[in-house]
């Protein structure tokens, strides 16, 4: 028997970091009331001021009116602990990746909400079951990955548990139409499509800097293709330290020789754009990357003690190796059913990815590129560089039969 599920329109959100403050204004902007809960009260303090700046910020920048940003500022209401949230019809948890903490946080939701409240992670990677086991309703629990900065980004991935209730589904596709989000659902494994997609394409950057390549080139040759920004680029923007911190809290991880570039950047306080240095320097107020050869240096030395033996790299191996390793985890994502079509996963890239929109997503380039030739390529990656290569058993098969992703669907071919 399926649950029954109103439409939200009172959301709590648990959180008022940089990702609370964004999904706190999505949620404003779409006319929906909003209840901000965080454990530091100077925290929600600082985030309601910016939220505000913000929306002057909007006026001053002729996007609305002062009447219209009075009106969104007044549906956010910060408060001060949970028995204030009981009767949201959604509570949208947005703290840190640490899942103990998200786990203490779905708890006391579950007791202190009304039965009939979903409750949703942010969450960009960790387990969705595992939430939904701490709680009495796993079938209203799901993910709803906002990407960042959450009120300007389209896209939004719909994450499904084990257990999530097909109503809970079809009311999340709802709130996400509403707030205006190209919406996906995704199968719950770790980093769910964008981000499991996203790991082998950026482990894959970092290798090639340990080989012989610099950020630069990276970073050219997939902007050349298309990209808005090339992969070290992308995390100057968002934050080197994040993954640093999240490694070093897992307690793994740190001693992968693909991340020591990473590691040295972080010890140096180079962070990205927010501490004016990372991969790139800024110069002050500006967010213009300038190649910088203390980096260049940096990565050079790291490779040599690692025991590379550096090698020039040119533009069309680094587009075959980035693209390919998107496309071989695509492969994999669809066969488990983590996609429920190759259009889905390009939607996810198109909208989250910055996948150079003429293209068409990774799914549909490789399948106008022929999925034969993908194989033959991977094969030869594979010989060339270890068995990580090999092709998932969907391209050999599909290319077996002549047929491209966009042929594929699941249950009529598993």
């Known amino acids: 028997m399926s649950v029954r599920i109103s439409p939200f329109q009172q959301v709590a959100v648990i959180g008022a970091g940089t990702m609370g403050r964004g999904i706190a204004m999505s949620l404003a902007n779409a006319g929906l009331t909003v209840r901000w809960l965080d454990k530091d009260p100077q925290v929600l303090r600082d985030a309601l001021q910016a939220v505000t700046e913000t929306y002057a910020h909007g006026v001053g920048q002729g996007r609305f009116d002062q009447a219209e940003a009075d009106a969104r500022r007044a549906r956010i209401e910060g408060v001060a602990d949970y028995p204030a949230l009981h009767d949201v019809d959604l509570a949208i948890e947005a703290v840190y990746e640490n899942l103990p903490l998200k786990q203490q946080i779905f708890r006391e939701l579950d007791v202190q909400l009304q039965p009939s409240a979903v409750l949703a992670s942010n969450t960009s990677a960790l387990d969705i079951d595992a939430l939904a086991a701490v709680t009495a309703r796993p079938r209203q629990v799901l993910g709803l990955h906002f990407f960042s900065p959450a009120h300007i980004m389209k896209l939004l991935e719909i994450v499904r548990g084990a257990q999530t209730d097909e109503a809970v589904l079809d009311a999340a596709r709802a709130f996400g139409e509403r707030l205006g989000k190209v919406s996906v659902v995704a199968g719950n494994c770790d980093?769910?499509?964008?981000?499991?997609?996203?790991?082998?394409?950026?482990?894959e950057a970092r290798r090639l800097l340990l080989e012989g390549a610099l950020p630069r080139q990276v970073d050219q040759a997939l902007q050349g293709f298309g990209f808005a920004m090339g992969p070290f680029r992308?995390?100057?923007?968002?934050?080197?330290?994040?993954?640093w911190r999240a490694r070093e809290l897992a307690g793994q991880g740190q001693d992968a020789p693909e991340v020591q570039v990473d590691n040295r950047l972080c010890e140096r306080g180079r962070f990205g754009q927010k501490s004016r240095a990372g991969y790139y320097r800024y110069a002050e107020g500006s967010r213009q990357a300038e190649p910088d050869p203390e980096v260049e240096a940096l990565v050079q030395a790291e490779s040599e003690r690692l025991g590379y033996a550096r090698r020039t790299i040119d533009a069309e191996e680094i587009l075959e190796r980035c693209l390919l390793a998107l496309v071989n985890e695509g492969a994999k994502i669809l066969e488990e059913g983590i996609a429920a079509s190759s259009a889905d996963i390009d939607l996810v890239y198109l909208n989250g990815y910055g996948f150079p929109a003429d293209k068409g997503g990774p799914m549909a380039w490789a399948d106008g590129v022929g999925l034969a030739r993908i194989r033959d390529r991977l094969h030869a990656l594979a010989a060339r560089l270890g068995g990580h290569w090999r092709p998932a058993a969907l391209i050999e098969r599909l290319a077996d039969l002549e047929r491209g992703f966009a042929d594929f669907h699941r249950d009529a071919d598993a």
């Not at 499509?193 to 082998?200: A, E, F, K, S, T």
């Not at 992308?234 to 993954?243: P, R």
Request: without cysteine.
């Open 191 to 203: 980093g769910f499509i964008g981000n499991r997609m996203l790991h082998p394409y950026v482990r």
């Open 234 to 243: 992308m995390y100057d923007v968002v934050g080197i330290d994040l993954e």
